[in-house]
Nanobody, 121 residues
Framework: QVRLVESGGGSVQAGGALRLSCAVSGYAYCMGWFRQVPGKEREWLASINRERTTRYADSVKGRFAISQDNVKNTLYLQMGRLKPEDTAMYYC??????????????????WGQGTRVTVSS
């Protein structure tokens, strides 16, 4: 089991930027970022695996960047050109299985507690 602790959320104006961090304790083959707003399903945003292959949802491609620092055992999500519709709770996710792309919430094995992002217009 992987322990995940997010940080870096906050309030920002539209067009601004934020960097989310996720401290990772334990082994993960793939890791990802998801977000959720009340009343909606959890939405996949980006993922990365141990080969450093990255994947992005169309909604954030070109605006968000996922990266990992293996020395600091930290996953990041650099978010730019933020929009009010990016307002959500953001979650870090992980899975130890090599067949997992960390793009489907139902297949995620471990979740962080979430960090809130609010983008005002």
């Amino acid at each position: 089991q992987v322990r995940l602790v997010e940080s870096g959320g906050g309030s920002v104006q539209a067009g601004g930027a934020l960097r989310l961090s996720c401290a990772v304790s334990g082994y993960a083959y793939c890791m990802g970022w998801f977000r959720q707003v009340p009343g909606k399903e959890r939405e996949w945003l980006a993922s990365i695996n141990r080969e450093r292959t990255t994947r992005y949802a169309d909604s954030v491609k070109g605006r968000f960047a996922i990266s990992q620092d293996n020395v600091k055992n930290t996953l990041y999500l650099q978010m730019g050109r933020l929009k009010p519709e990016d307002t959500a709770m953001y979650y870090c996710a992980a899975s130890p299985y090599v067949t997992n792309l960390c793009t489907v919430s139902e297949l995620i094995d471990d979740w962080g507690q979430g960090t809130r992002v609010t983008v005002s217009s």
